[in-house]
């Protein structure tokens, strides 16, 4: 069965802090994977990743994909209180048709 | 103009009764899915579908019936619902393993069972 473990489960810290999410899986097929924010409502899409090794960035947030190890972290930079929400790691696969899985989620606080 | 809505958002229903959530995406995608987020947040996929096709169903009691009219369309419908189906549903739709796997969200139906 396909499975995405996202560590820590939930995290709180100091605005201006920089943290660091991680997301590990063990997906067969394996195709890409997906960082997602999500506030009070639906998750919207941050970062798609397919190749290892290349750092995709948007403002203060970063993330990188090790394919080998088969893992992927999320980093932001310089926290702010409207970072605030559980970031979500989903995976990929192509094994016939798309499937994504979906980790548990890391609940970010950041607090002023 | 919304990609992907549900109707309705919140749902507040007594245990034993039938319900469906409907979703629509207007972005031409092929792939449709059924997500149920719980009170931890985790989210679960329930149903995935391609050109109406139904290609993925989890664990999911049969009570739970997707229907695909069309690639657009792919509504829930809930027969006999109990306390533990009290979650948050999110339909998304993707295009498939063409064009890449980005996922789009709707904004997810609050059900509440009595």
């Known amino acids: 069965e396909d499975k995405v473990v996202q560590s820590p489960l939930s995290l709180v810290v100091h605005e201006g802090d920089t943290v660091t999410l991680n997301c590990s899986y063990e997906?067969?097929?394996?195709?890409?994977l997906l960082w997602y924010k999500q506030e009070k409502k639906a998750p919207t899409f941050l970062f798609m990743l397919t190749s290892s090794g290349i750092e995709k960035k948007s403002g203060r947030l970063s993330s990188i994909l090790d394919k080998k190890e088969l893992f992927s972290i999320l980093n932001i930079t310089a926290t702010q209180t409207g970072d605030s929400a559980i970031y979500l790691c989903?995976?990929?696969?192509?094994?016939?048709?798309?499937?994504?899985?979906f980790g548990t989620g890391t609940k970010l606080q950041v607090i002023p | 103009d919304t990609a992907v809505s549900q109707t309705p958002k919140y749902l507040v229903t007594q245990m034993g009764n039938d319900k469906s959530i409907k979703c629509e995406q207007n972005l031409g995608h092929d792939t449709m899915y059924w997500y149920k987020q719980d009170s931890k947040k985790f989210l679960k996929i329930m149903f995935s579908?391609?050109?109406?096709?139904?290609?993925i169903n989890e664990t999911v009691p049969n009570r739970f019936s997707p229907k695909s009219p069309d690639k657009a369309h792919l509504n829930l419908h809930i027969n006999s619902l109990e306390l533990g189906d009290s979650a948050v549903y999110f339909c998304?739709?993707?295009?498939?393993?063409?064009?890449?796997?980005?996922?789009?969200f709707g904004p997810g139906t609050r059900l509440t069972v009595l």
């Open positions: 998304a739709s993707s295009q498939g393993r063409l064009w890449g796997q980005r996922v789009f």
């Open positions: 579908y391609n050109n109406k096709e139904l290609i």
């Open positions: 989903a995976t990929v696969n192509s094994g016939g048709y798309q499937k994504v899985t």
């Open positions: 997906v067969t097929n394996f195709r890409s």
